[in-house]
C-alpha cells in the first residue's frame, strides 16, 4: 500500500497496489469452518425436536453448548482477521447498513447472545418450553447468518469464481453437512437408530450435492470467464493445489457418502461415525482450498 500525507489537511492518500500474497487466509478458513458447524447444528436440533422430540431431553444442552462454543470460534477468528480489529465497535456505534460484515456482526452477535440465553435457561431453570420457543427464532437467524459470508465473497471484485448464487448454495450444504455430522457424534448412543439413518442421509445428501457442484464448476468453470479458468488451472494436473483439492473432496464429500451407505447396509453406527468425523474434517480442507485459489491469480 503506497501513502503520502499532505500537510495543509493531515489527510493520507492512498493508492491501491495489487496484493503481493494471499490476503484472506486459514483465519477465514476457520471462519467459514466453524459458522458452519454452528450454524448446522441448530438446524440439526431443530428438525429433531420436529422429528423425535423424545430424543431432545438428553441434547439440549450439550449441543446448544457446543454450538455456542463452534460460534465464538467464528467471531473470534473474524475479529482477528480485521485490519483494524481494536476498533471493531465501530460496527456497532457507527454501523453502515450497506455492508455485508456489518449486517453479519449484528445478525451474529443476536444469534450467539440468543444461544446463551438459551443455555442459562436451561442450565438455571431446566425450562425445556421456552429453550424450544428459542430454538425456533436462533433457526431462523441460522439461515442468513450462514449465507452472509458469502455475500462477502461476492463482493469481491475481480473473482468470478466465487459468485454469489453458488457460494450460498454451498454454504448452505455446508452447515447441513458438518451439522448432521456433528449431531451423529455428539448424540452417539443417545439416538436411535432410525435417528442416525435420518442425520447419516442429510450427511450423505449434502455431501453428494456439494461435491456435484465442485465438480460442476472444476469441469464447466472455465466457460464463466477467462480469469476462472486461469484459477482453476492451480487445482488441475499439476496445479499447486490440486493435490489439497482433491484430498479435500475425498475426505469431505466421497468417503464419507460411500461410508454413509455402507453403515446403512451393515447397520454399523461405528462407520456413520467415521464419516462424520472425515466429513468435518475434511470440509476444512475443501473451504480452504477455495478461499485460497482465486487470489493467487494477479489482478494486473
Do not use: C
Not at 441460522?142 to 475481480?158: D, H, K, N
Request: proline share 3%; aromatic share 12%.
Amino acid at each position: 500500500m503506497i501513502h503520502e500525507t499532505l500537510a495543509a489537511t493531515n489527510a493520507v492518500v492512498t493508492l491501491d497496489v495489487p496484493l503481493p500474497d494471499i490476503f484472506w487466509g486459514w483465519y477465514v478458513t476457520m471462519n467459514m469452518w466453524a459458522k458452519s458447524i454452528g450454524t448446522g447444528l441448530i438446524f440439526m436440533i431443530f428438525l429433531l425436536l420436529k422429528k423425535n422430540s423424545s430424543e431432545m431431553t438428553s441434547l439440549r444442552t450439550p449441543t446448544i453448548i457446543v454450538s455456542f462454543i463452534m460460534m465464538n470460534v467464528f467471531l473470534l477468528f473474524t475479529w482477528l482477521d480485521l485490519h483494524q480489529m481494536w476498533r471493531m465497535w465501530h460496527i456497532f456505534f457507527y454501523p453502515h447498513m450497506t455492508s455485508a460484515i456489518t449486517i453479519g456482526a449484528w445478525m451474529a452477535t443476536l444469534f450467539v447472545g440468543l444461544e446463551a440465553l438459551m443455555i442459562a435457561v436451561m442450565i438455571m431453570k431446566k425450562d425445556t418450553v421456552l429453550f424450544d420457543k428459542l430454538l425456533f427464532w436462533v433457526t431462523l437467524l441460522a439461515i442468513p447468518v450462514t449465507l452472509y459470508t458469502a455475500g462477502i465473497m461476492a463482493e469481491s471484485t475481480a473473482r468470478e469464481l466465487w459468485q454469489m448464487p453458488t457460494e450460498s448454495v454451498q454454504m448452505i450444504l455446508a452447515a447441513t453437512l458438518s451439522g448432521s455430522a456433528t449431531i451423529i457424534l455428539i448424540g452417539g448412543s443417545k439416538l436411535s437408530d432410525e435417528t442416525k439413518r435420518f442425520f447419516g442421509a442429510i450427511l450423505g445428501l449434502s455431501a453428494l450435492m456439494a461435491f456435484i457442484i465442485y465438480m460442476s464448476e472444476y469441469i464447466f468453470g472455465a466457460m464463466k470467464a477467462e480469469e476462472v479458468a486461469a484459477v482453476l488451472e492451480y487445482v488441475k494436473g499439476d496445479g499447486k493445489y490440486a493435490t489439497m483439492f482433491w484430498v479435500g473432496q475425498w475426505v469431505a464429500y466421497i468417503l464419507p457418502m460411500l461410508l454413509v451407505v455402507l453403515s446403512r447396509v451393515s447397520k454399523s453406527s461405528s462407520i456413520l461415525s467415521l464419516a462424520a468425523i472425515l466429513a468435518i474434517a475434511g470440509l476444512w480442507v475443501v473451504k480452504h482450498v477455495w478461499l485460497v485459489i482465486p487470489q493467487l491469480l494477479p489482478l494486473s
